[in-house]
């Protein structure tokens, strides 16, 4: 099975929301990601730039150190941030910047 996130999240929460967990592991991190349809790379990228348009900087912390790890640049990722100002809204991109500073410094 694919390695979806750091495990803390999930494990935080696993006796919350077993249900939850499993589906994450086995269908969207075991299934979904593993499809051919679409590079690892190019799934990254996609969901970081969902997960900035919608605000969800807690889970994009952990899809921005795996799109890293997909092959992402920081570069890459800081056009994708510059991009989505425009059509996600500015505080969206500064707050989607904020946390990439974070998980960039990181790095």
């Known amino acids: 099975m694919a ?4 495990s803390s999240a999930r494990d935080q929460v696993r006796d919350i929301v077993p249900g939850l ?11 979904v990601w593993e499809r051919p349809g679409l ?6 990228l996609i969901t970081c730039a ?8 807690r889970q994009l912390v952990g899809h ?17 941030i510059t991009h989505l ?3 996600a809204g500015w505080p969206a991109a500064m707050t989607g910047a904020l946390v990439a500073k974070d ?3 990181k790095k």
Do not use: H, M, W
């Open 64 to 80: 921005l150190q795996r799109a890293l790890d997909n092959g992402l640049t920081k570069n890459e990722l800081s056009e994708v």
């Open 39 to 44: 590079s690892k790379r190019d799934r990254s």
């Open 85 to 87: 100002a425009f059509y």
């Open 21 to 31: 967990i499993d589906l994450s592991e086995r269908v969207l991190f075991g299934e």
């Open 3 to 6: 390695q979806s996130q750091p």
């Open 103 to 105: 998980v960039f410094d």
């Open 50 to 57: 969902t997960l900035i348009a919608l605000g969800r900087e």
